[in-house]
Protein backbone atom coordinates (compact mmCIF):
# COMPACT_ATOMS: atom_id res chain seq x y z
CA UNK A 1 0.00 0.00 0.00
CA UNK A 2 3.21 2.53 1.10
CA UNK A 3 3.73 2.49 -3.03
CA UNK A 4 0.49 3.53 -3.95
CA UNK A 5 0.43 5.89 -1.48
CA UNK A 6 3.75 7.43 -2.97
CA UNK A 7 2.64 7.01 -6.51
CA UNK A 8 -0.96 9.36 -5.56
CA UNK A 9 1.60 11.77 -3.72
CA UNK A 10 3.71 12.24 -6.85
CA UNK A 11 0.36 13.60 -8.37
CA UNK A 12 -0.51 16.11 -5.88
CA UNK A 13 3.32 17.23 -5.19
CA UNK A 14 3.36 19.46 -8.28
CA UNK A 15 -0.03 21.51 -7.03
CA UNK A 16 1.84 21.98 -3.61
CA UNK A 17 5.18 22.87 -4.83
CA UNK A 18 3.87 25.52 -7.11
CA UNK A 19 2.38 27.55 -4.10
CA UNK A 20 6.14 26.90 -2.55
CA UNK A 21 4.95 24.11 -0.17
CA UNK A 22 5.56 19.85 -0.56
CA UNK A 23 4.33 16.68 1.31
CA UNK A 24 6.65 14.08 2.98
CA UNK A 25 5.27 10.72 3.73
CA UNK A 26 5.95 9.55 7.34
CA UNK A 27 3.95 6.26 7.20
CA UNK A 28 1.50 4.00 6.19
CA UNK A 29 -0.65 2.30 9.13
CA UNK A 30 -2.09 -1.09 8.83
CA UNK A 31 -5.53 0.46 9.89
CA UNK A 32 -5.39 2.52 7.05
CA UNK A 33 -3.96 5.88 8.41
CA UNK A 34 -1.49 7.73 6.34
CA UNK A 35 0.80 9.72 7.97
CA UNK A 36 2.37 12.70 6.14
CA UNK A 37 3.97 16.13 6.84
CA UNK A 38 3.43 18.90 5.20
CA UNK A 39 6.62 21.19 4.42
CA UNK A 40 7.66 24.45 3.11
CA UNK A 41 5.24 26.89 2.84
CA UNK A 42 2.09 24.22 4.01
CA UNK A 43 3.78 23.50 7.03
CA UNK A 44 2.93 27.24 8.78
CA UNK A 45 0.11 27.98 6.37
CA UNK A 46 -3.12 28.96 7.85
CA UNK A 47 -5.01 26.70 5.36
CA UNK A 48 -3.18 23.52 5.86
CA UNK A 49 -5.67 21.48 7.34
CA UNK A 50 -7.91 22.54 4.44
CA UNK A 51 -5.54 21.58 2.10
CA UNK A 52 -4.71 17.76 3.66
CA UNK A 53 -8.17 16.86 4.17
CA UNK A 54 -9.84 18.17 1.02
CA UNK A 55 -6.57 17.77 -1.44
CA UNK A 56 -4.61 15.28 0.16
CA UNK A 57 -6.89 12.79 1.85
CA UNK A 58 -9.12 13.29 -1.00
CA UNK A 59 -6.90 12.41 -3.69
CA UNK A 60 -5.48 9.75 -2.10
CA UNK A 61 -8.62 7.78 -0.85
CA UNK A 62 -9.75 8.00 -4.20
CA UNK A 63 -6.35 6.54 -5.65
CA UNK A 64 -6.02 4.14 -3.01
CA UNK A 65 -9.23 2.35 -1.53
CA UNK A 66 -7.74 1.19 1.60
CA UNK A 67 -6.76 4.64 2.87
CA UNK A 68 -8.91 5.37 5.72
CA UNK A 69 -7.74 8.85 6.34
CA UNK A 70 -4.76 11.49 6.75
CA UNK A 71 -3.23 13.11 9.45
CA UNK A 72 -0.54 15.46 9.65
CA UNK A 73 2.42 15.04 11.86
Given at each position: ?R???????????????????????????????????????????????VT??Q????????????V????S?
Amino acid sequence: MREQVEKALEKIRPALQRDGGGVELVDVGEDGIVKVKLTGACGGCPMSQVTLKQGIERVLMKEVPSVKEVVSV
